[in-house]
């Protein structure tokens, strides 16, 4: 059984940090794409930041510079850590895991973050 379970969420004021994990079990981790996607309220699910199995990194232009991605392979996790957040960052985040070549998807249930004074 796949899952993909994200923590870390909450709420924060406008400039602070969030760390959001992303524990994976039941894939191959390591053969899979990583990345964090985010929905706002009335609006699409946007694609936030993305990590190879190579580790190479995507950010999406308004968190770049703020947000990072990274893995380790070891624990099968996933991280997204998030500086200097705005208002505008509000949104349920959701862990992916994409093996594009094996046509395997996964989500996440996702995790609530909230940017507000």
């Known amino acids: 059984q796949v899952q993909l379970v994200e923590s870390g969420g909450g709420l924060v004021q406008p400039g602070g940090s969030l760390r959001l994990s992303c524990a994976a079990s039941?894939?191959?981790?390591?053969?899979?794409?990583m990345g964090w996607y985010r929905q706002a309220p009335g609006k699409q699910r946007e694609l936030v930041a993305v990590?190879?199995?190579?580790?190479?990194?995507n950010y999406a232009d308004s968190v770049k510079g703020r947000f990072t991605i990274s893995r380790d392979n070891a624990k099968d996790t996933v991280y997204l850590q998030m500086n200097s957040l705005k208002p505008e960052d509000t949104a349920v985040y959701y862990c992916?895991?994409?093996?594009?070549?094996?046509?395997?998807?996964?989500w996440g249930q996702g995790t609530q973050v909230t940017v507000s004074s």
């Open positions: 990590i190879t199995d190579g580790g190479s990194t």
């Open positions: 992916n895991a994409d093996w594009t070549r094996a046509s395997l998807n996964f």
């Open positions: 039941g894939i191959a981790f390591g053969l899979y794409n």
